[in-house]
Every structure is written in C-alpha cells, then in structure tokens.
C-alpha cells in the first residue's frame, strides 16, 4: 500500500505520469515553457512556478536512478537506467534550461520581483548563463559516466579475514580492537587492496582530469578550478580565502593535534604512533558498540533527536514510513554516505554504510542534519531557493553531529561509554580539519597543473599531505599508502571541488555548538532560522542568522579551537 506522503507537490502544469523513457516524450514539456508567452509579472511567476515543476520532477528521476545504482553497483539494470539518463535525457534538457534562464534574464518583468526574494536565484540564473556552453554537454555526459566507475571500483573492493568477506568499512572497525598486531594487519589489508586498484584509478582521474580541463577552456577559464568556483557560485570567496583558510589550518590546528597525539601514544605506552593506533581506545578498552544494525541504528536516532527537538525525530519517522532509508554495508553497494534531496516528493533519503560504529553514528546523524536542512526549506516556493550553496548544506548537519552529541545516550548503555563517544567525536572534529585542508590544496594543485603526469600528481599529494598529516605519527615503510591515500576520497573522483565546505563549515558548526551550550533554545532557534533561509541570502548572511560568522581567518580559528580543546580537556578528567 502506498504511503501517503502530505509533502508531495502538487502538479498542476504536468501530467500525473511523466516518462523518461525516451527524450521524445519529455520534450513537448520543455517546448510548451519555452513557447508560452508572458505578458505581465504574475504571468512570469507563473511560469516560474511551472518550470520549478519540471525541474523538481526531472530532478527527482534523475536522483532515483543514482539512488537505485549506488544501493547495488553490480545491479545491471539500475546502473544502465542512471547511464540512459545521463547520456541522453539530461543533455538533451540541458540547452532548454539554458533557454529558461535566458526566458527569466531577458524578461522586462524581471525587476518586478521581490529582490530580497529572488535576488540570489536571479544572480545565480545570471551566472549560469555566462558559463554555459553546448559544445560542453557531450563532455558533461562523458564525466558523469567515468564517476560512475568510480563507485564500481570501489564498492567492490573488500578483504577475508577469520573466513569473512568485509568491505572496507566493515574491516576498518577492527582498527579499532584492542590487539595491535591484528589492527596492523587489517590496515594492511585494507591498504593491499586498495592498491590493487591504484592504477586503474590513476587511469580514471587522469581521463576525469582532461574532460574537466577541456569544460573549463571551452567556457574560456585558464583551469578547471577557475572554472568550478564560477560553475558552484563561490560569490562569497576566493581561492586566495582558501589559501588563508589551508594556513590558519596548519598554523592553529596541526600543532594543537600534535599536543593530542603525543597523549595518545603516552597513553598507549609505545615508542610511537603508526597509522593502524589511531582509532583504537587509549584506556585498552574494547570498540564502543552503539547499534546491532540499521533498524537499530535509525530507532536509536529518533529517540536522540527527539530530545533534540520533536519535530526532527518526526521528519526522519516520515522518511522511515517512505521507506527513504538504506543505513546497512554490503558488498557491491557504493561507498560513503549522503542525504539526497528529493524536490517534488519533499522527503529526501539517506544512504550510509553503517558497520555498528560510533563513526556511523556520527554519519547518521550528519546526514539527518542534511535532511532536517531538507524539511525546513520545504515552505520556500522555488526548487532554487531549496538548493543552497554546501557551505550553507553542510553547516545543517555538521552543527548537528555536535548539537545531537548532548544526547547520544539512547546509544549507549553506560555514562562511560557515552563520554568516550564524546570525546572521540570532538577529536574527530578537530581531525577533520587538517584532512579538508590537504584534500582542497591537492585539488587546486591538480587543476593549476592540467598537464601534470600521474607520478607527479603523487608526488605533489606527499608533499602537500606531509603539511597537514596528524604529527607524531608514523609512516616509514608505508609510502605506496601515504602517496596514494587521496585516492579512498570519492568527492576528489564525484565531486571536485566539494571539500573545503566541510571545513567552513566545521568551523561554524563548532560556533553554532558553543551556543546551543550556552542556551539550547536560543541556540536551535538560531540554526532553525538560518537553514529555513534556504539560498535566498548570502552565506554570510545565513550564517549571521544563526548568530555565528562565516570566518575562517587564523584568529577565529583558534578562538573554535581553544573552545573544542577545553571540552576535550573537560572529558578527560
């Protein structure tokens, strides 16, 4: 029996049933917009809302086939639906949404709409039409079929031990087993698989690297990272600001990490640190264990956000009923984790991979925050407006990994074990950090150097990781892992460019935090007021509504930092 789903919109320009079985049929809809004649500010309106329609619809099928292909990666028929649409239902929409955005530009009723409203979409419509080129719609196609590779290799990558076959994330919770021999050799394992693949994926991001570079000269940009700032509407920032942001990294957090791992090794009483000690409890006790499995995963979740606040537990019980949820790991599905926003349903859906670790919680709730962010834009009329810049999406759900961490009790049974959640998970916060910082300056590496050969790609990654890797730990002998470790990174492949918002928006999580301790309910309101924004705001602006600052300058860094270091110190006693 069908769900009813109370969020679902409304069509009123298509039809009940669209098929996207063949661009002949879709066709006619995009004519119809382009053909209709506006005569006056409602009618522009109008037509806004019917082309928001259509878009919602598109985006929605496109998002179920990539859904459908990533659950199973060996899944033919699944993989070959995302193909068909990426390879001939999108790029044949793309030159009709550009003739949208030249309908909207060059409509006399333009300046009749509500700037405080539209200002940011009409902006975003003008950029998008300086950027745009046909002779990139082939190559858009191409890119996108090489990602899906990606996603093949890796989730297909896994490891026997004790007579099991474990997917990655499956083997990387014994890293956390208290034996270090054997800790040492699942990492590896891990590592000798991932190597296996190392050529392959070199060959994948070399071809992903010269379609980019090839997009980024047909718009008329020197690289792909000029390119991509354009393309992701960084307004807001530079790549200057990125560099300042890789410095405050290596200057206020890298050293305060050092102060963290020598703890840990004196903890641990040996000599020094190898990267297989790094997950493993300092105490010699044995892996926290907060859920058995998915369903276990996500009622735990309800109960934690319900006492975050009602209604978020209540936005992911809906999604549950919808059956929006794929939380288990398995061989043969796709790696990592996402919530994808779902534009006419209403409803997004989460998918992880989740082995029963305290990361996975962390995750969970990552992606509920996404969701939560999903629900609360869902009052905005335009898709446009509901589709913010990832700096803005990912201070949704990394201020809710913080937020919720004051009640993870349901997942774990002693008051110990809940403390020692936390303090892995402000650890974590801080670790963060320094990753995003070497994942950013290695893509604006790659882009400023298209030319560049594989080894020397390598080369540049070690060079570059060396200034942001933990201190104090060990990788003699481990080079083939430290010059490849960027390749476990799917953003890099999927993404690029997608990285330094985690980083941003950490930054601001960690402010939004400080002020849910100081007062919860001044503290949520601010972050409930700042996400309901949706993108019709500036990220400063957003980030001013939920009383925090978009600043990533070294000063403020160290103020976040200090704050984290002095509930980690909390913790510790």
Same mark, same amino acid.
């Given at each position: 029996m069908e769900v009813l789903n109370p969020l679902r919109m409304t069509r009123s320009f298509l039809?009940?049933?669209?098929? %996207?079985?063949?661009?002949?049929?879709?066709?006619?809809?995009? /004519?119809?917009?382009?053909? @209709?004649?506006?005569?006056?500010?409602?009618?522009?309106? @109008?037509?806004?809302?019917?082309?928001?329609?259509?878009?919602?619809?598109?985006?929605?099928?496109?998002?179920?086939?990539?859904? /459908?292909?990533?659950?199973?990666?060996?899944?033919?028929?699944?993989?070959?639906?995302?193909e068909f649409f990426v390879s001939e239902i999108e790029p044949n929409a793309s030159p009709w949404f550009n003739t949208f955005n030249q309908i909207i530009d060059s409509s006399p009723?333009?300046?009749?709409?509500?700037?405080?409203?539209?200002?940011? %979409?009409?902006?975003?419509? /003008?950029?998008?039409?300086?950027?745009? $080129?046909?002779?990139?719609?082939?190559? !858009?196609?191409?890119?996108?079929?090489? *990602?899906?590779?990606?996603? *093949?290799?890796?989730?297909?990558?896994?490891?026997?031990?004790?007579?099991?076959?474990? =997917?990655?994330?499956?083997?990387? /919770?014994?890293?956390?087993? =208290?034996? +270090?021999?054997? $800790?040492?050799?699942?990492? +590896?394992?891990?590592w000798q698989r991932r190597l296996q693949d190392r050529e392959k994926l070199d060959e994948l991001f070399d071809k992903l690297c010269r379609l980019r570079q090839q997009?980024?000269?047909?718009?008329? !940009?020197?690289? !792909? +990272?000029?390119?991509? %700032?354009?393309?992701?509407? @960084?307004?807001?920032?530079?790549?200057?600001?990125?560099?300042?942001?890789?410095?405050?990294?290596?200057?206020?957090?890298?050293?305060?990490?050092?102060?963290?791992?020598? *703890?840990? @090794?004196?903890a641990l009483g040996i000599t020094e640190l190898r990267p297989w000690d790094l997950e493993v409890d300092t105490a010699g006790k044995p892996p926290l264990h907060p859920f058995t499995d998915g369903n276990d995963l996500l009622a735990k979740t309800f109960q934690c956000l319900q006492s975050v606040k009602p209604g978020y537990a209540g936005y992911l019980r809906q999604m549950h009923e919808l059956g929006h949820f794929d939380l288990d790991s398995r061989i043969g599905k796709a790696p990592g984790g996402y919530n994808y926003p779902l534009a006419e349903s209403g409803v997004p859906f989460i998918f992880m991979n989740a082995t029963g670790s305290q990361q996975d919680v962390t995750t969970m709730v990552h992606e509920a925050g996404h969701a939560i962010h999903s629900f609360l834009m869902n009052a905005l009329p335009l898709n446009a407006f509901r589709n913010p810049p990832s700096e803005v999406a990912e201070l949704a759900s990394m201020s809710m990994e913080l937020i919720s961490m004051e009640h993870w009790q349901p997942y774990y049974s002693t008051p110990e074990d809940y403390r020692r959640a936390c303090l892995r998970q402000l650890e974590h916060t801080l670790e963060t950090l320094p990753w995003v910082a070497a994942v950013d300056a290695f893509q604006h590496w790659v882009y400023e150097h298209?030319?560049?050969?594989?080894?020397? +790609?390598?080369?540049?990654? *070690?060079?570059?990781?060396?200034?942001?890797?933990?201190?104090?730990?060990?990788?003699?002998?481990?080079?083939?892992? %430290?010059?490849?470790?960027?390749?476990?990174?799917?953003?890099?492949?999927e993404i690029p460019f997608y990285y330094i918002e985690y980083g941003m928006a950490q930054l601001g999580a960690i402010a939004v935090w400080r002020n849910y301790r100081m007062d919860a309910e001044k503290g949520i309101n601010g972050y409930e007021k700042a996400l309901s924004l949706g993108y019709t705001k500036t990220i400063g602006e957003i980030y001013s509504a939920a009383n925090v600052r978009f600043d990533f300058s070294r000063k403020y860094v160290r103020e976040l930092a200090q704050f984290v270091a002095g509930e980690i110190e909390r913790l510790e006693k």
């Open positions: 039809p009940g049933k669209v098929s %996207f079985d063949s661009w002949s049929e879709v066709e006619p809809l995009f /004519r119809s917009l382009a053909e @209709r004649p506006i005569a006056s500010a409602q009618e522009l309106k @109008r037509w806004l809302e019917d082309a928001n329609e259509l878009e919602s619809v598109f985006s929605e099928e496109m998002a179920w086939r990539y859904i /459908r292909s990533s659950i199973n990666t060996a899944d033919a028929e699944a993989e070959n639906a995302y009723y333009r300046d009749e709409l509500d700037p405080a409203l539209y200002g940011i %979409f009409l902006r975003g419509v /003008r950029n998008d039409l300086a950027i745009y $080129r046909e002779q990139n719609i082939p190559l !858009f196609t191409e890119i996108d079929n090489l *990602k899906q590779q990606y996603g *093949k290799i890796a989730g297909a990558m896994s490891i026997e031990h004790e007579g099991k076959e474990l =997917t990655l994330q499956q083997a990387a /919770r014994l890293l956390q087993n =208290t034996n +270090r021999e054997l $800790r040492e050799n699942i990492w +590896r394992s891990i997009v980024a000269a047909n718009a008329g !940009f020197a690289n !792909f +990272r000029d390119y991509s %700032f354009a393309a992701m509407g @960084r307004f807001d920032y530079t790549p200057a600001d990125c560099f300042a942001f890789h410095d405050a990294i290596a200057e206020e957090i890298v050293p305060l990490l050092e102060t963290l791992t020598q *703890k840990r @090794r004196n298209p030319a560049h050969t594989a080894a020397e +790609r390598s080369a540049a990654w *070690k060079i570059i990781y060396s200034r942001f890797v933990l201190p104090g730990v060990n990788w003699d002998g481990l080079e083939p892992m %430290f010059a490849n470790n960027w390749q476990k990174q799917l953003h890099i492949f």
